[in-house]
């Protein structure tokens, strides 16, 4: 489904990724942890034509993406799920929502679509008039990920869903990202805490410094002391 | 940090490149024997005009390259000058020389009024504040009916400057050498403001003020005399413009002259030496080329602007010395790829559709 | 007492064609982050077209007003691509100055080439219905204005029906807020773009059909309109429909109490005065966004 080879990324001067091969099956469930900072954020926001590549070559669906606009990319049935939320705060929960059914596709049957997620999500169909700007940190969150549902995916990429939540809060999303893994969907995810992701069954691959240092299952990952001492409960 | 390399780099960094002394010195000569070798009174006085303008436009670039703020109310600054220098000429006496000086001072505290609150707005609001001023001054002028500034008719009959028992002809060229003399006298004012401390200091402002802020630097300070000494150059140009041609009227603020000073500016570049006078010269020029055609004339000199604008933003003098540095970096040898990709021309942006994008944020 | 209300109703009549005016303004400003100098030239194209539908083929306001939406709607789009679509992204350029004097070209050059098509003399556009509706002593207000008010208020409403509940018009808000969420949904940043203007060109455009009558339509038609245009979107909050909604009320009924108490002329020094304290008092205008103004 995505290909990702020899993927260099920067800003300005600065380089953040450098020589990054990633493949995400169909079907699959992909992990990317690391330090904050090295790169796990703009690899995402690469792939989702963001962020320009100074090098390398992006695959989705057997065409190449890399170069293309953030739009088309999305278009294509690429669901990136940004870090930090990014809310139309002025819009309410509902308006957030119907927007991430833009594509004419996705518009026609929006009001199903619509129900659907207010089904996984009872808490956004309490809030559904409130404007996004008057939800907290955990219901931002929830929204986020709803306006991501509110499409069919190819690949949906989440970015930190852990990021500045508190602890029960973050079972709760993580509770939903199970529900969502077991629809079978294909999901690459981005998470700075690996305790969280310990428990799935998926593929990791660890990001330092913009290149992948080290890939396997979870359970390889878990039996690695050093990776362990450093990542786990960070 | 480093001292004085470090503060000659941020110099240098300005954008304002120290121009070729031997290409100044001719361009000067040129301009000096322009009255002798053509000795058409008409040309002498359009050249005179340009003059002016290049005084007032080295003010106002000097608060753009500098202070990092487009002040449409200069021109209401560079009318302050001019009434007050005329004024003071009608009414009291004052010779010509003292009331330049004075249209200078009066300028100078006219922008004081504005140098405060301006300092505090970002850009956009900034520069809207400053045309709010000049339109306020523009329409209380013309209001006016006390007979104070004469209304919409303005002020004639302002004397000459003292230059005692002249012809016309050897009048108007002293009036020539005088502006010439001006012009260089500001320019050379405005490079000794840049290379000192201060000048650094108002980069370091504009481009970090984390670090500005952290060395100590007041922004307010600066700001205020940044303002206040190019408030002062414009009202020189003011008090002159009023002695030679012996009327000052509203007509000189206003949207279309702004507009022609604006597109002066921005043709030459912006925070450069050479761009204001390249720029006024250009502009004249054509101006004067297209003065048949009085319609045309503004369609094909706003056509100028929109397209300099949006074909090279910082103006002709920065996307000529950026085209020569990369040629230079092209021609010589040891360059690394990454080195050559990341130049800092005007490069347009990659996949970037924001509007207010990696240019705010990456300093 | 009279004089006081009839003051009131004409600054309503005015505001809501100030509304119709500056609305386009602050959603370029939200959604390209432009303040676009050719809100102005949009209202005097307005007027020329309102004139020539009426002159040649004796049309009234209602379809001048379609027809020049129709052209402003080109003309903003056209403007989108040439003046401030080349400048985005630009590396070491301020974006806002740089596309503030682009469209400043644009609307010189507009006026310019008015000039050069229809001469110097204002084209004059008579009322399309004649009397007075009288509504108490002394009070009255020409028919004339109802219809104008009344379409401008039409006007508003539908474009308020667009923005809240139509895909495109969603579209154009999410831009505005948050672009990369936006683009990250397959909304298409350069068609909002294009879409922003041309219907904020539109807008103004009728407004100018709506000012034809009372104000000449000539080659300068525009200037006066930019800078009320200007004060009323900076006043409302630049980004903000309903801050410059009412922002254009305030002025309209502000305008009309100076004119009575103290002379039309002091009416422009007077306001733009006030918007200088507003900018030094609170930048962000009544409902602004905070996040905009300050360094």
Redesign the interface.
């Known amino acids: 489904m995505l290909e990702v080879r020899n993927l260099n990324a920067a800003y300005g001067q600065t380089r953040v990724l450098e020589g990054v091969d990633l493949t995400v099956a169909a079907g699959e469930f992909v992990v990317v942890i690391g330090p904050n900072g090295h790169g796990k954020t703009t690899l995402l926001r690469t792939i989702s034509g963001l962020v320009p590549t100074t090098a390398g070559e992006i695959t989705f669906d057997g065409e190449r993406i890399d170069g293309e606009r953030p739009e088309r990319i999305a278009m294509r049935g690429l669901v990136h799920i940004p870090q930090g939320d990014l809310p139309f705060v002025d819009m309410t929960v509902e308006e957030n929502l119907v927007l991430g059914a833009f594509p004419a596709d996705a518009w026609r049957i929006r009001a199903e679509r619509l129900e659907r997620v207010y089904g996984i999500f009872p808490l956004l169909a309490d809030r559904r008039s409130n404007r996004a700007r008057t939800l907290s940190g955990g219901e931002r969150r929830m929204l986020a990920l709803g306006r991501g549902l509110m499409r069919e995916a190819k690949l949906l990429m989440i970015d930190e869903p852990s990021l500045g939540l508190a602890p029960v809060i973050v079972n709760e999303v993580y509770q939903h990202i199970e529900q969502i893994v077991a629809t079978g969907i294909t999901l690459l995810l981005v998470e700075e805490n690996f305790s969280h992701v310990q428990t799935f069954d998926a593929r990791v691959l660890l990001l330092e410094s913009g290149r992948v240092v080290r890939e396997g299952l979870v359970g390889d990952l878990l039996a690695d002391e050093i990776v362990m001492a450093t990542y786990l409960g960070t | 940090m480093k001292g004085v390399a470090a503060r000659g780099n941020l110099v240098d960094d300005l954008g304002w490149r120290r121009p070729n002394p031997v290409g100044v010195a001719a361009v000067i000569t040129l301009a000096a024997v322009l009255p002798i070798m053509w000795p058409n009174d008409y040309v002498i006085d359009v050249g005179l005009t340009a003059l002016i303008w290049m005084i007032l436009n080295q003010s106002w670039n000097l608060q753009l390259g500098i202070g990092g703020i487009?002040n449409f109310g200069q021109l209401a600054i560079f009318a302050i000058g001019a009434y007050s220098s005329a004024l003071v000429s009608i009414h009291w006496g004052v010779p010509g020389w003292l009331a330049m000086l004075i249209g200078g001072l009066g300028a100078a505290l006219a922008s004081l009024i504005i140098a405060i609150?301006v300092l505090?707005?970002?850009?956009?609001?900034a520069?809207?504040?400053t045309?709010?001023?000049a339109?306020?001054v523009r329409?209380?002028v013309i209001?006016d009916q006390s007979g104070v500034t004469g209304g919409t008719f303005g002020l004639s009959g302002v004397p000459d400057l003292a230059f005692g028992g002249l012809t016309p002809d050897a009048r108007q060229r002293a009036y020539y050498w005088l502006a010439l003399a001006l012009v260089v006298a500001t320019a050379v004012v405005i490079y000794v403001f840049i290379h000192s401390p201060l000048g650094a200091s108002l980069k370091a402002l504009r481009d970090s003020?984390g670090y500005a802020a952290a060395r100590g630097v007041s922004p307010m300070r600066m700001q205020v005399i940044t303002f206040s000494t190019a408030a002062f150059i414009a009202g020189i140009a003011g008090g002159f413009y009023a002695h030679y041609f012996g009327v000052v009227s509203p007509s000189v603020m206003g949207?279309a002259p702004m507009?022609l000073f604006?597109?002066m500016l921005?043709i030459g570049g912006l925070g450069t030496f050479a761009g204001p006078m390249v720029g006024t010269a250009l502009i004249m020029v054509v101006s004067e080329y297209l003065r048949d055609y009085q319609?045309?004339r503004?369609?094909i000199?706003?056509?100028i602007?929109?397209v300099t604008?949006?074909?090279a933003?910082?103006g002709l003098v920065p996307a000529l010395q950026d085209a020569r540095a990369r040629v230079q970096r092209w021609m010589s040898e040891d360059e690394s790829p990454?080195?050559a990709?990341?130049s800092?021309?005007?490069?347009?942006?990659?996949?970037?559709?924001?509007?207010?994008?990696?240019?705010?944020g990456?300093r | 007492m009279s004089a006081f209300l009839q003051a009131v109703v004409s600054g309503l009549v005015t505001g809501s064609i100030y509304a119709v005016m500056t609305v386009g303004m602050t959603l370029i400003y939200g959604t390209l982050r432009t303040l676009n100098m050719t809100q102005g030239s949009m209202v005097m194209i307005g007027g020329y077209v309102a004139w020539m539908v009426f002159d040649g083929l004796g049309w009234g306001p209602i379809l001048g007003g379609v027809a020049a939406a129709v052209v402003g709607f080109a003309f903003g789009v056209a403007i989108q691509q040439a003046a401030i679509r080349p400048l985005i992204g630009r590396r070491g350029v301020d974006f806002e100055m740089t596309a503030f004097i682009s469209t400043f070209a644009v609307a010189i050059v507009l006026s310019n080439v008015a000039l050069r098509i229809y001469g110097a003399r204002s084209k004059a556009v008579p009322p399309v219905i004649h009397g007075r509706l009288h509504l108490l002593e002394g009070i009255s207000v020409s028919w004339h204005s109802l219809v104008m008010a009344g379409i401008a208020v039409g006007t508003l409403l539908a474009l308020g029906g667009f923005l809240s509940k139509t895909r495109y018009g969603l579209a154009i808000s999410a831009v505005a807020q948050q672009l990369d969420a936006a683009r990250l949904m397959g909304i298409p940043a350069q068609r909002v773009y294009n879409l922003t203007m041309g219907v904020s060109s539109a807008l103004a455009a009728i407004a100018g059909v709506l000012l034809a009558s009372v104000f000449f339509v000539s080659p300068n038609a525009g200037d006066l309109p930019l800078l009320k245009a200007l004060i009323v979107a900076i006043f409302g909050g630049l980004g903000s429909v309903r801050g410059t909604i009412l922002a254009a009320y305030i002025i309209g009924l502000a305008e009309a109490l100076v004119s009575l108490y103290f002379g039309v002329k002091w009416s422009l020094p007077l306001l733009f005065l006030s918007i200088m304290i507003v900018m030094l008092v609170r930048p962000t205008g009544l409902l602004g966004k905070p996040e905009e103004a300050r360094l």
């Open positions: 487009w609150p505090r707005l970002r850009g956009i609001y520069s809207l504040l045309f709010s001023f339109e306020v329409l209380l209001s003020p949207l507009a604006v597109t921005v319609e045309a503004l369609i000199l706003g056509l602007l929109l604008v949006v074909v933003p910082r990454i080195d990709e990341t800092t021309g005007s490069e347009t942006g990659e996949t970037s559709e924001s509007p207010v994008s990696s240019s705010k990456e």
